[in-house]
């Protein structure tokens, strides 16, 4: 498939007060492009949710957007330190996020089933020590 | 049910967006949990919370909200009004408590956003 374009974000752990400038420069970015209604908003709750969980639990990582004619991917990779149990982190309501991003608002457990939902395809892999990667494609058309 | 009803409902004072007054607002979501929001919330909805961090006005942006009603007297800081201005939120402030400003409105006609729950499976 045909790449328009291509952006990366670095996100940096725990760094609260930036979390979700990277999300609200994709959604801008996308509206410029045209996408709007439903799929712009899907993307950006699926996005700020994935900044977030990078923030929150990775040790740092990178958001990138790739927009196709068709379709646009959001992919984040972070550095570890990986889910140990996936099953568990994809189910509503369990959460391992610290007191620091509760007091935020968030750690209430919707942010992996949230980016599910609101992704056309959604996948995920994690490797203890290594890293996770999450992959959701939202169709344009 | 526009935003200056709800003004003058929850007797309120309006922080940033005074010329949007007129906006229609259709369904209220009440929580401090900004996940809970980002799972369930659309755009025709109000979020009224007690919480003024950053991340109540990018939860809003993400989900193009046009409101936020900030309860007990709660005002955030000025360059989060400001930030809310740029994104074209009206943002008011009542000194309710979140249960009193609920009910009140709710009383007026609004309701909630209807929100899947785990029981629906089960039922």
């Known amino acids: 498939m045909e790449e328009l374009f291509r952006i990366s974000y670095p996100v940096a752990a725990a760094d ?12 801008r970015r996308l509206k410029q492009l045209g ?9 950006a709750v699926a996005s700020y949710e994935v900044e977030l969980n990078l923030v929150i639990h990775s040790l740092g990582g990178e958001l990138t957007l790739t927009v196709f004619p068709d379709a646009a991917q959001l992919v984040s990779a972070d550095v570890g ?5 996936l099953e568990m982190a994809m189910r509503e309501g369990y959460s391992t996020a610290n007191d620091e991003a509760r007091s935020l608002g968030f750690g209430a457990g919707m942010g992996l089933p949230n980016m599910k939902r609101n992704a056309d395809e959604f996948s995920i892999t994690s490797e203890k020590g290594v890293g996770t990667t999450i992959t959701m494609l939202f169709r344009l058309q | 049910m526009t935003i200056a009803d709800m003004v003058n409902i929850l007797n309120a004072k309006v922080l940033r967006g005074a010329d ?5 607002v259709y369904t209220a979501c009440c929580s ?14 109000v ?9 109540v006005v990018r939860t809003s942006e993400m989900l193009d909200l046009k409101c936020l009603v900030f309860v007990r007297g709660k005002i955030p800081t ?26 009140l409105l709710y009383d007026a006609g609004l309701r909630g956003v209807p929100v899947p729950t785990a029981w629906d499976a089960e039922e």
Request: charged share 25%.
């Open chain 1, 16 to 27: 609260y007060t930036s979390a979700g400038k990277a999300s609200t420069d994709i959604k």
């Open chain 2, 47 to 55: 979020l009224i919370t007690g919480l003024t961090n950053p991340h």
């Open chain 2, 20 to 24: 949007k007054l007129d906006t229609p």
């Open chain 1, 81 to 85: 330190p990986g889910i140990p149990d």
């Open chain 2, 78 to 103: 000025e360059d989060i009004l400001d930030n809310a201005d740029e994104q074209g939120l009206v943002v008011i402030t009542s000194k309710l408590t979140a249960f009193s400003a609920c009910g």
């Open chain 2, 32 to 45: 401090d949990l900004m996940s809970d929001v980002l799972a369930f919330v659309d755009e025709k909805t």
């Open chain 1, 35 to 43: 996408v709007s209604g439903d799929v712009l908003r899907r993307v």
